[in-house]
């Protein structure tokens, strides 16, 4: 059956021939949200040729959205005849590789923890892939090794069950790099936030299991910085993992060179200009801020 033309819109309404209807109704029936054209093949054990030009004739109709090459997403029956595709970005995301789970940016955005609007949504996984734009949203791929693939639970984003790093995680991630967590400065503030949050012990946890010194000593310094009331068994956990002569720059060396006052115990350059780590009102508050500093 061909599709007819809305008078009023000049909208396509979603009409479907009999195999277009066979692929809608089993995908609804199997609650697919999104097909391959091996998915198609599969179905109707159909030629590649067929199956590409079934998948451009339903994305013409309404029924598929394309996500990239050869993937795309089920606009179901539900969305209307003038079929409403839908525009969470994290529900785009969520099919584009697997294994998955959003954090740095994106999982601080959903924890409260930065104000910041982000541009990007970012996608930890274990491939090397570059960035991509899909519905004008650009998708950074961030490569997590094996080891450190864990913080994560299944969240609901606007009614789509997606997996989001766990707020300590996020913090981490955030942290370690800051690129994709708005830089060093916005990153700084969202320890701020984080700290009425966050579980110490579940903190602790993650960073003993992410194994980085640095990654420990940046973080007891932005924890002093903003006088988090760490409890003692957690703060001693946490300089228990900070390598014994490790001395690193709290920013990076090529943005904000090498030079600073070194900060105990977590050995740590302050290469970063204190003005630069603190919001306005922060700044208002106290005219010169000293990270609380154990040194004897």
Known sequence: MKSKQNA???????????NEARIILDLEWRGQGTVTLADLRDILG?????????????????????LRPGLYQLVPASRGREGIADSNPLAAGAVLVEPY??????????????????????????????????????????????????????VSVLGHP????????ALLDAIDRPRFAGGIGEVSRIVSRSIVK???????????????????QRLGYFLDLHHAEVPEA????????VRPGSKIQL???????????????????????????LSNVERRRRVFVRPRNDSR
């Not at 009023?8 to 009999?18: A, D, F, I, P």
């Not at 159909?46 to 394309?66: M, T």
């Not at 930065?114 to 650009?138: D, L, M, N, S």
Request: hydrophobic letters at 40%; one cysteine or more; aromatic letters at 14%.
């Open 198 to 216: 966050l579980s110490w012990d579940a903190l602790v946890a993650s960073a003993s299991r992410y194994g980085s010194s640095a990654l420990v």
């Open 8 to 18: 009023e819109s000049g909208t396509v309404e979603r009409n479907l021939s009999k």
């Open 46 to 66: 159909a030629s590649d040729s067929y199956v590409r030009y079934l998948a451009h004739r339903l994305v013409k109709k309404g029924w598929l959205e394309r």
């Open 234 to 241: 957690a703060r001693a956990a946490l300089v228990s993992m």
């Open 101 to 154: 789970f959003f954090s740095f940016g994106t999982a601080c955005t959903y924890h409260g923890l930065t104000e910041q609007v982000f541009a990007e949504v970012y996608i930890a996984c274990q491939e090397w892939r570059h960035p991509e734009i899909i519905r004008g949203k650009r998708y950074f791929y961030v490569n997590v090794p094996p080891a450190r693939y864990f913080g994560f639970k299944e």
């Open 251 to 277: 920013g990076s060396r090529r943005r904000w060179g090498t030079s600073g006052k070194l900060v105990r115990p977590w050995n740590v350059t302050l290469n970063v200009p204190l003005e630069v780590l």
């Open 162 to 169: 997606v997996r989001m790093a766990t707020l300590d995680r």
